[in-house]
């Protein structure tokens, strides 16, 4: 496992921790805020996998 990898999944890790859930939200409807949240969480399970 790479560097890259391993600061992905630490970030993972805190995400599941810290931040709010976004999977039982409508992401149509979500304020802008929040849509970038979501973006954000996407992009780095993406990265961490």
């Known amino acids: 496992m790479n560097l890259r990898t391993r600061i ?3 970030l993972a890790a ?3 921790a ?3 859930k976004q999977w039982h939200r409508d992401l149509t ?3 802008m805020p929040r849509k970038l949240l979501a ?3 996407y ?3 993406r990265n961490a996998l």
Do not use: H
Request: positive net charge.
């Open 8 to 10: 992905f999944r630490l």
């Open 14 to 16: 805190f995400n599941r």
């Open 18 to 20: 810290v931040l709010p």
């Open 29 to 31: 409807r979500l304020s």
């Open 39 to 41: 973006a954000y969480r």
């Open 43 to 45: 992009w780095v399970t």
